[in-house]
């Protein structure tokens, strides 16, 4: 970390390149991506549509739902063809205040967090999705027929992708966090029922208002929990450790 100390200003200044960067990044981005706007939301749509019954299909009933529903999409797919750019501008902004130390932690962490996050988001796809909408569709039938509009189905499956990817980024923070002394072990394993509860709580908030959402979600919450406590007893900073960090220089 430098040792000058920038002006209020100069970091004002600074920011703004870094925001206007990243929103050229994201307008770029969702340039790109609505020009695929119907190909994402086939992909988008198709688990629910695999599991529609014979005679539904997905509805818009306000004039401009659509079109908001492809810009919405567009905005989505823009956000995630910009994340390298705009991870890359934060690292810009934050890295003259960072020690060596810290530097090197950096890079790995948005590494990791992205690809964890991709890991949560197709687990929710590949694995939650299926599993949710055949439930839920199997209760059509008779004189229910099932006729989703599209706005409620984005908006349900959005969450759930983000939900699942924020979840899954447990370990990465995890690991962080005991590596700078904040957490331990013996503090997570002491607090395993409380965490319990929070899991499912949690996932009351995170998730859309259904109890199998909530338990699709939880499941995965209390073993990535386990799997943290693990990471932080094998690479969480020792004693030893906190006590070369103590002890004066020279």
Known sequence: MTDQKMPLTAHLEELRKRLISSFIALAVGFGIAYGFKEKLFLFLSSPLVEHLPEGSALQYIAIPEAFLTYLKISLFGGLFLAMPVILYE????VAPGLYEREKRYFIPFVVFSML????????CYYIVFPFVFRFFMSFSGGSLLAMPAIRQYLSFATRLLIAFGLVFEMPIF??????IGLVSYKGLARQRRMAVVLVFVGAALLTPPDVVSQLMLAGPLLILFEL???I???TGKKPSEEEEEEAPAG
């Open 228 to 230: 943290s406590l693990q």
């Open 232 to 234: 932080v007893r094998i």
């Open 174 to 179: 995890i690991f962080f966090l005991g590596r």
């Open 116 to 123: 964890f996050f991709l890991g949560g988001a197709s687990f």
């Open 90 to 93: 934060v690292w810009r902004f």
